[in-house]
């Protein structure tokens, strides 16, 4: 895959170029038709996603409501990330909001690439626990004014 695609990630940004081709070379592509299903909530979690082209939806199946979107991706956005650090099944659906391209990294084959480069494998667990703390943060945030607008636990 060419590195540029992977350039405008938030995961990879800062990584100097013989690190982010490592990354590329074991990037694979996929293309996806709107509508198509990337994974499933529940599903098994061995890949991460980098949107280069198009937009992604990730959806979660609400009881008695049906799909709700909790972000549309754009190019640039990373998602399943969470598949690189455990093993846990898949939190949420991904589908393919429009017809968009995807770089599909393995977790296999990053554990390798950051096992025979230290360094890299240093600069990408940071970049990872940023974007957790990061969204753990918001998330937080949503709680606190989910419950100031809801007066809290009685």
């Not at 499933?40 to 990730?58: L, N, Q, S, T």
């Not at 296999?108 to 969204?135: C, G, I, N, P, S």
Request: glycine share 8%; charged share 30%.
């Amino acid at each position: 895959m060419d590195p540029s695609a992977l350039r405008a990630c938030t995961l990879f940004k800062a990584l100097p170029a013989d690190r982010l081709a490592k990354i590329a070379a074991v990037a694979t592509h996929r293309d996806y038709r709107a509508g198509e299903v990337v994974f499933h909530d529940g599903d098994k979690g061995d890949e991460m996603f980098v949107v280069v082209a198009g937009k992604v939806r990730i959806s979660k199946a609400v009881k008695g409501v049906g799909e709700e979107a909790l972000a549309v991706l754009e190019a640039g956005a990373h998602f399943g990330e969470m598949a690189m650090v455990d093993d846990a099944p898949r939190a949420a659906d991904a589908i393919a909001h429009s017809t968009c391209a995807l770089a599909v990294i393995r977790r296999e084959d990053l554990d390798r690439a950051m096992f025979l480069d230290k360094e890299l494998a240093y600069d990408l667990l940071w970049t990872f626990v940023r974007t957790l703390t990061a969204r753990l943060r918001e998330t937080n945030d949503k709680i606190q004014g989910f419950f100031a607008m809801t007066g809290g636990f009685k």
